[in-house]
């Protein structure tokens, strides 16, 4: 008998003591109207408080098919979430964060959903969403017409953690560094961006604990996405993006160091002490700079397809419902 559940529910969690209980009740609860099987895998990112053990309570419960990965140290959001994909069983994905923001009741809904239009990927939108205006909605808001811009992938809420996948479709994505907030972008990069969609979803306000988040993240959303226009455009490719660089800065140093040579060798002025040269020089080699880091960024992209399956965390122990 094939036990193999058809839906993983992926949840980061990291210092939740007191909401991981109450999100296990609640998955539980919300899932009573699921027809297929399914499995919560809840990722430990390196918790120092008694996260682990309290989750570690329900892995006896009848019916409850749970399984905590504990990562060795605290890799970040990103890296967990990859820790829970990767040890996934289902057909379907579902992620969420383990704040109780996130309304587990949503998943079911989103699971027909997605079925219904036929997607890889359904993005929850917390239309009405419970976080602080200055600090959390406006930022989000600007960050997220700003990604759609330059992404071509147009989404009310990049941020949302709360989102369905295809198993076969999530499992080509490398996530890497804290890019968990582009995976709708990356996704983009190996199905068409016809089959991603929104859907309204539920949101609670933070009732324990602390936001691991503050107004910081708006420079690091900045820099990462700055990263991820260079690898849509360029992943396979980046000796073109520098080449190009390099190629431009060589024909403004050579229409310079040309002006330079009629100008010493026809007319006979004296150009030894005229800072033009000196651009032209800077130029030139800034130009043989850009060519030859293009070419290396080449030798780098082969080695990175090479080892593309080396993970970004170290799991330390792996708790399952088998083992009580």
């Known amino acids: 008998m094939d036990n193999t559940p058809d839906l993983s529910l992926v949840v980061p969690i990291f210092n939740e003591e007191d909401s991981v209980g109450p999100l296990i009740e609640r998955v539980a609860e919300a899932m009573l109207s699921y027809q297929a099987g399914w499995e919560l895998i809840l990722v430990d990112d390196g918790s120092t408080d008694a996260t682990i053990a309290n989750a570690k309570a329900y892995l006896s419960r009848p019916g409850l098919n749970l399984k905590i990965v504990a990562l060795q140290r605290n890799f970040g959001q990103t890296a967990a979430m990859q820790a829970g994909i990767d040890a996934a069983k289902g057909r379907l994905i579902a992620t969420l964060d383990g704040d109780l923001q996130n309304d587990p009741k949503d998943i079911p809904m989103m699971v027909s959903e997605l079925e219904r239009r036929e997607l890889d990927l359904l993005v929850g939108w917390r239309k009405n969403r419970q976080d602080g205006l200055f600090l959390r909605k406006v930022p989000s808001w600007i960050a997220n017409r700003l990604i759609g811009k330059i992404t071509g992938v147009r989404l009310h809420d990049y941020g949302c953690s709360l989102k369905i996948y295809r198993s076969s479709v999530i499992k080509q994505v490398k996530l890497m560094g804290e890019m968990h907030r582009f995976i709708p972008a990356w996704v983009a990069g190996v199905v068409p961006s016809t089959r991603i969609g929104e859907m309204a979803v539920t949101h609670h306000a933070r009732q324990f604990g602390a936001s691991k988040y503050g107004i910081s993240r708006t420079f690091r959303v900045i820099l990462d ?46 150009i030894g002490t005229r800072p033009m040269l000196m651009v032209g020089v800077v130029l030139l080699l800034s130009s043989v700079q850009m060519i030859t880091t293009g070419i290396l960024s080449e030798m780098i992209a082969r080695l990175y397809y090479r080892d593309e399956q080396t993970p970004n965390y170290i799991i330390g122990k792996t708790y399952t419902s088998e083992e009580t």
Do not use: E, W
């Open 225 to 270: 996405l700055l990263s991820v226009m260079f690898f849509m455009r360029y992943k396979a490719r980046p000796g073109h993006f520098f080449g190009s660089l390099g190629l431009g800065l060589g024909a403004f140093a050579a229409v310079i160091l040309l002006y330079l040579f009629v100008d010493k060798f026809i007319f006979g002025n004296d």
